[in-house]
């Protein structure tokens, strides 16, 4: 083109014209031949100046700035010196040196929301167990400052890379997180922290609590919340006559009638957390009938009945009752010398059968007194006739003397008690006084059939009911141990003696059910000379064939005057399965846990309540 163009703004003569790549081979235009025939070429450019001046107005004025790019809030004689000022001006480009044809150019500076720092709080069980749950657009007016225009959203970082998606059920714990308040139309937004925290969550661990008192006794309802209630520092028990949670309770911890108390425990944090649970309160009027005792039946449920706990103060009685029946459990009367018991308690050991000792039988019943401070008193013990009855039944079969029954009231004179200091009959180191019969006020009630036994004490310790045998001795401590163990395929047994007096020989007997025993042994006679021993005796016994499941083993010990006692059952399982058991159910003082495994391995134990909440965990135990 360049050969066949004149100058600028020329004629170019043209005899011929084809458009390019129209696929006809034939002019696209008619030649005015032979005369001249004239084309006129439009050209579209973009035309880029080296320099605009800017202007404020349409014509005329100043040129404030002439270098790109151009910059309103840093150029002088703009009339805008921030980004703050919202709202719409307009400036006029040019070419440089060219003071006509200025195009406009609107500068539209939108408003930015504002962000606050704010804080919310939430409440968890457990904190950082991401348990809380947030309902962060709760905070939407807090952190937009109630700007109504404009839009929020939440995010984990700073940078606002990972927004949170579900703003209204997060379960972040303690931590930062941050806001985007924007709006929508223009994109403009600001951003800043909200704080996260997480407080505990009180937790009575349980809704509904249940306790009783026997007239004119009271009880605190505190007394009544679990030891493994969750209470964080600080936290207020509060009591309340009302479901609403309105009135207060004038006396919970005192409380001398039946009744129900609403209880809430609150945080001091802000806000705070709660948690609430109703409890129960029965009180009764005392009873004739002794703890444990069946009502209808007048017999004895056997077990531990627990630690029951009343306070005496010097020349004072009273008698101690169950606080599950208001049934009685022990009489005391404190002797007037110038000391008080102070907390006593009794624990009352109900055997399922006859008890021995070193071959002399003793009542099923057997009680533990303990004071805080050890004084004279006057003691007062509770038995049933069938307990009596049940004694004779055993005694008969050994040749010692029988207690008083309803049927045979004569046969009071036949009753002792021995009181073992410093433990519980069987230990070493303890030591066992007679209290002769003519120190015993017995009575008896035949509505009830219940044998009250009173005596004066110089002090206390475990009691044993039994008939007085020769010289008025009390029982005597002997047999210290009995155990079996697993060994492979086989049983192994063995037991140990501090003391033996007139001990002829033992025998090793064997039941499937705990019931029905048979020997298992040959005789195996005293290791004592002549059958007497004052210091520590081991012996031991293997049962070469035990039967699959459970094996139940106790000792037959025979005197040399024919005399027989036996000892506590042990259980030794054989099978391929691990047995566990654990009772009582409910407790109250002491869990017993059972654990029978065909090899001996580590273990954990975790104990958990009905609601799956941890309560114990001992990481490794072992036998005993």
Known sequence: MATIFSNAGSVLNVGYWETWNDFQNASDIGANFPGVTQIKLKVYYNYVPATIDWYTVPTGGTSIYNTTPFNPLTTTGSGITNSN?????????????????????DLNINPTPQAFQDTLTACEFAPSSNGAIFDLTTMNGAVSGNNAAA??????????????????????????????????????YSSDSLYLVVNTLPDFTAGFLTGSACAPNVLDVASLINPFSTVPPGSDTLYYEDPAYSIPHPNPHAIGQSD????????????????????IVDVQGGTNHIVSQDVNLNFSYCGNVGNNIMAFTD????????????????????????TDLGSVSVLEDIACQTPFHNGQPYVNR???????????????????????????????????????????????????????????VGQNGTTAISIPNNQLNISYD??????????????????????????????????????????????????????????????????????????????????????NSQSILNYAYTDAYP??????????????????????????????????SLYPNPVQNQLTLEVNTPKATQAELKILDATGRLVKSIPEFNEG
């Open 85 to 105: 000022t919202v709202g719409t001006t307009t400036f006029y480009a040019a070419c440089a040196g060219a003071t006509n044809c200025r195009v406009p150019v």
């Open 151 to 188: 839009s929020v959203d939440y995010y984990f970082d700073d940078a606002l890379v990972t927004q949170i998606l579900n703003p209204t059920n997060d379960t972040s714990s303690t931590n930062f997180i941050y806001s985007k308040v924007y709006y929508a139309a223009t994109g403009c």
């Open 260 to 279: 129900t108390v609403y209880m809430v425990i609150v945080t001091n944090s802000t806000p705070a957390c709660s948690d609430s649970a109703i409890a």
């Open 315 to 338: 020349g004072t009685g009273d008698t101690i009752r169950s606080s599950q029946d208001c049934k009685k459990v022990a009489a005391i009367f404190d002797a007037p010398d110038g």
């Open 366 to 424: 057997a009680y533990t007194i303990t004071p805080t401070n050890n004084d004279s008193a006057y003691v007062c013990l509770y038995y049933l006739d069938d307990d009596f009855a049940l004694y004779n039944s055993d005694a008969s079969l050994t040749g010692w003397p029988l207690l008083p029954t309803s049927t045979n009231m004569s046969l009071m004179s036949n009753m002792c008690i021995t009181k073992v200091d410093g433990g519980t």
């Open 446 to 531: 035949a509505t009830t059939t219940v044998w009250t036994v009173c005596f004066p004490v110089s002090g206390f310790s475990s009691f044993y009911c039994h008939t007085c045998n020769m010289m008025n001795a009390p029982l005597p401590v002997s047999l210290l141990s009995f155990k079996g163990q697993r060994r492979g395929q086989q049983s192994d047994l063995t037991w140990i003696t501090s003391q033996e007096i007139d001990n002829s020989h033992f025998f090793v007997e064997r039941s499937r059910d705990g019931k029905s025993f048979s020997a298992l042994s040959d005789k195996i006679s005293s290791k004592g000379l002549n059958g």
């Open 547 to 580: 039967i699959d499941g459970h094996n139940y083993y106790r000792l037959h010990q025979e005197d040399l005057d024919g005399k027989v006692s036996y000892s506590q059952v042990v259980d030794v399982y054989f099978g391929n399965e691990t047995q566990v």
